[in-house]
């Protein structure tokens, strides 16, 4: 029976604003050996950053092994863990009621890349003095300052495709900035200018890059003869 080594991969990655400039750290170890890896792009997100360090980091392996991976990205190792990955893929990449999954051409590679080795995928908590992580994380930050920048050619395509300038009008619709689904929020206004003929009663929230979408259905005329909306 052939043995398969085993190595530890740590990663790490993010983008400044998100979406934004990104990049990742990656460090294999096995045994005495330890190798690190990083990579810079000029417009990406997040999420696209901590798959591509793990996806990276495999992809320096050369032969059949047992691999562990150790992430602080709760989106790649929950998807994982949870058996979400799985219901994506054999549900033809969509998710319930938020529509299609994000970043399938990572996660298809990812796929791809876990029929090749044993993989296990733990979370770390990030900036919380974890030798690897905060190296990954240090690795990262180089990556996106550096002036050799690469393009992240497949998030480019979606962010201007055709579909992707249809407007938002519901919760769940995908942000037209990073491709996170949006949340409904109640506008919460305490006052009203003498000067607004109108207010939004909600509007859409990206929770991962804070973008913010106003629709014309909550919108609403204000009267201002009439009772005051708000308080004061």
């Avoid at 990205?73 to 058996?83: E, F, M, T």
């Avoid at 054999?90 to 990812?110: A, C, E, H, Q, T």
């Avoid at 002036?147 to 998030?155: A, F, G, T, V």
């Amino acid at each position: 029976m052939k043995v398969r080594p085993q190595i530890f991969l740590y990663s790490d990655g993010g983008a400044d604003p998100n979406p934004g400039t990104g990049g990742f750290g990656v460090i294999l170890k096995h045994n005495d050996h330890k190798k690190e890896f990083s990579e810079g792009y000029k417009l990406t997100t997040n999420n696209r950053m901590e798959l591509l360090a793990v996806i990276h980091g495999l992809e320096q392996i050369k032969v059949e092994a047992e691999v562990e991976v150790y992430s602080d990205s709760k989106y790649v190792v929950d998807a994982i863990n949870k058996g979400w990955l799985t219901k994506w893929e054999s549900n033809n990449w969509y998710r319930r009621k938020v529509g299609k999954v994000l970043n399938i051409d990572l996660w298809k590679r990812l796929l791809e890349l876990m029929t090749m080795h044993s993989v296990k995928f733990s979370w770390v908590k990030g900036h919380n003095g974890h030798p690897e992580n905060e190296r990954c994380d240090e690795l990262a930050g180089i990556a996106y300052k550096a002036s050799d920048l690469k393009e992240d050619h497949q998030y480019i395509e979606r962010i201007n495709s055709p579909s992707n300038n249809e407007k938002i009008t519901k919760e769940g619709d995908t942000c037209r900035k990073c491709g996170t689904a949006v949340i409904k929020r109640i506008n919460k206004l305490n006052k009203i200018k003498k000067s607004q003929s109108y207010y939004f009663e909600y509007y859409f929230f990206c929770p991962d890059c804070k973008a913010l979408y106003h629709v014309e259905d909550a919108k609403r005329k204000i009267e201002h003869n009439s009772k005051p909306l708000f308080g004061s």
